[in-house]
């Protein structure tokens, strides 16, 4: 079946532009998460969605960042007037559950931005 | 604060060389430790997920094991094509569910 999915692959923007990142999850998910993972490091939680619950935004870096999910589908993350330290991947991951121990996130390929 | 840190941050290997790499976590309220392998370009994939110390989980050459403390991966003969960065990541629970990753091993194995 079909994997989580995420557009674009690549994205080069200028800085201060504005950019929407979008995550397409595998159906009948009904967490998901985006994180950011600069070269070198580890995934940094921005994110997290479940259901129709108000989103857990404590990873969101600065009010730059917001996202949105329509219902249980696809999400889009937008990231205002772009520096250059937002360089960086952004993953996209879906599970099952929710906050539950049983169950494992699916993630994306992700989408490399560069602010030029 | 909740951390996990991973160890060593590269690994090489022979082929047929096995080894471990650790994850070492101090968290409030573990509701899981997840070990995943990401390969360069793309995004994590699933590997285990560990409940409880003393369990234990395996898949191919790869087996996870996880104490209080810590959590294993070791990697019994490994080939080429294990080559990858092993993430290891605890879902925590301190009022709201999060998950929390380490940065990572970077294993190569060398033919």
């Known amino acids: 079946g079909a994997g989580v999915s995420q557009s674009p692959s690549n994205k080069v923007t200028e800085k201060g532009k504005d950019v929407e990142l979008r995550c397409d999850p595998i159906?009948?998910?009904?967490?998901l998460y985006w994180y950011r993972q600069r070269l070198g490091q580890g995934l940094e939680f921005l994110i997290y969605?479940?259901?129709?619950?108000?989103?857990?935004k404590s990873g969101l870096p600065s009010d730059r960042f917001s996202a949105e999910r329509t219902g249980e589908s696809v999400s889009t993350l937008t990231i205002q007037r772009t520096q250059q330290e937002d360089s960086a991947v952004y993953l996209c991951?879906?599970?099952?559950?929710?906050?539950?121990?049983?169950?494992?996130?699916?993630f994306g390929p992700g989408t490399r931005l560069t602010v030029l | 604060e909740d951390q996990v840190t991973q160890s060593p941050e590269a690994l090489r290997l022979q082929e047929g060389e096995s080894s471990s790499l650790n994850c070492s976590y101090t968290?409030?309220?573990?509701?899981?430790l997840f070990w995943y392998r990401q390969d360069p370009g793309k995004g994590p994939e699933f590997l285990f997920t560990?409940?409880?110390a003393g369990e234990e989980k395996e898949k191919e050459r790869l087996k996870a094991t996880l104490t209080k403390k810590e959590s294993f991966l070791h990697i019994t003969a490994p080939k080429p094509e294990d080559s990858a960065t092993y993430l290891c990541?605890?879902?925590?629970?301190?009022?709201?569910?999060?998950?929390?990753f380490g940065t990572g091993t970077r294993l190569k194995v060398l033919a």
């Open positions: 968290v409030s309220g573990l509701r899981g």
């Open positions: 159906s009948g998910h009904t967490a």
């Open positions: 990541a605890v879902l925590s629970l301190l009022g709201t569910y999060k998950y929390i």
């Open positions: 969605f479940q259901g129709n619950s108000a989103p857990d």
């Open positions: 991951a879906s599970s099952l559950l929710g906050g539950s121990a049983y169950n494992e996130q699916f």
């Open positions: 560990l409940y409880s």
